[in-house]
C-alpha cells in the first residue's frame, strides 16, 4: 500500500483518487462506513482509493499538553486501511502550515490542485481549515463548483448510541475493552518493542514481555486477559497482562507487562502487538511476594479460561 504525504505531489496513478477524509485513528465503525463509501465510489468507477488520516491528532496541536489519547500508530492505521480495501493512505502532517489554510485554499490548493482528487467523502460532522471553518456544505457547495464532488455519510449507532473515538476512550479508561472492542470491530491493541527490565516478573515464575505504552491512550490500570502477535513471524499467543505503574515495586515505572503461557522463546527486540480481551483487576499492592503470586495464579487461571474461547 503506498503512504502518502500530504505535502508533496499526488503521483499520476494516483491522481483522480475518491478520498475518504477524516482522521480515522480508531477506524471504528463509523471510520469503516465513510472508507467503504470513499472505496466502493472508487471501485464503481474505476478510480483509486485513499484513506486519510492526521499525524500528530490536531488536538495534540493545539493542546500539547494533552494526555496522550491515540488508538493506533500509523502502522496499524496503514495496516487496516489496506485490509478494508484502500489504494492508499495520506498522512496530513498537523502543523502550523496546515492550521493557517483557509478551507477555501485547502480544497482548491491541496485537495483539487496538490492532489487531482476526484471526490471525496466525510462524515457528517467533519470539519477542516483555518479555524476549522470548513464543512460538508463547503464541500458541497464551494468544492462542486471547482470541479471537486463529495459525499456524506450518516453517523454509525450501537446500542443507540453514536460509535465515536471518544465513547471506545471513555469504554477502555472504565476498564470495558468488551465493548470498545464492538465499537472497533476487533480488540483495542498496543504494539511496541518488547525491552529488558527489572526480571521482577521472572523471579516469580510469570517473565514477562515488557513494552513502553508510548503516545497510546491509557486503558484503566490492571490485570487484562491478552491476545499478543509477534509480527515478525505471525506468531499469536494468549496470556495475562498488567497495564499500570506496578505498585508492588519501586520505582513506579509505567509498562505494558504481558505474560504469555506456555511460550519460552526469547522476545527481547521483538515488535510486539498485544490486544486487550478482558479486564480482570486493578492494579493493587499486595502485603507480600507471596501473596502477589497467589493472585497471580488466580488471575492466569481466569485468563486462560477466558481466552479458550478464541479460536
Known sequence: MRWLDHQ??????????VIALGNFDGFHKGHQAVA????????????PSIIATFDPHPVRFFRPDVPPFRLTTLEQRQELYLAAGATAMMVF?????????????????????RFGAYGVV???????????????GLLKGFGGDNGLHSRVVD???????????????????????????????RPFAIRGIVEHGDKNGRKLGYPTANIAIDT??????????????VLS???????????????????PKELLEPHFFDFSGDLYGQEIEVAFHHFLRGEAKFESLDDLIVQMDKDCEEARRLLSALP
Open 36 to 47: 467503504g463509501e470513499a472505496i466502493e465510489w472508487a471501485h464503481s468507477e474505476g478510480r
Open 93 to 113: 502532517h498537523f502543523g502550523n502550515d496546515l492550521a493557517s489554510t483557509s478551507a477555501e485554499d485547502f480544497i482548491t490548493d491541496i485537495l483539487i490542485n
Open 122 to 136: 466525510t462524515g457528517g460532522d467533519f470539519t477542516f481549515g483555518q479555524g476549522a471553518k470548513g464543512n460538508v
Open 155 to 185: 453517523v454509525v449507532e450501537a446500542g443507540e448510541e453514536v460509535v465515536s473515538s471518544s465513547r471506545i476512550r471513555d469504554a477502555l479508561r472504565n476498564g470495558d475493552p468488551q465493548l470498545a472492542a464492538s465499537l472497533l470491530t
Open 216 to 229: 497510546y491512550l491509557r486503558p484503566k490500570y490492571g490485570v487484562y486477559a491478552v491476545t499478543g502477535k
Open 8 to 17: 508533496k505531489p499526488v503521483p499520476d496513478a494516483l491522481r483522480g483518487a
Open 233 to 251: 513471524t505471525g506468531e499469536t499467543l494468549k496470556g495475562a497482562a498488567n497495564i499500570g505503574i506496578r505498585p508492588q515495586f519501586e520505582p
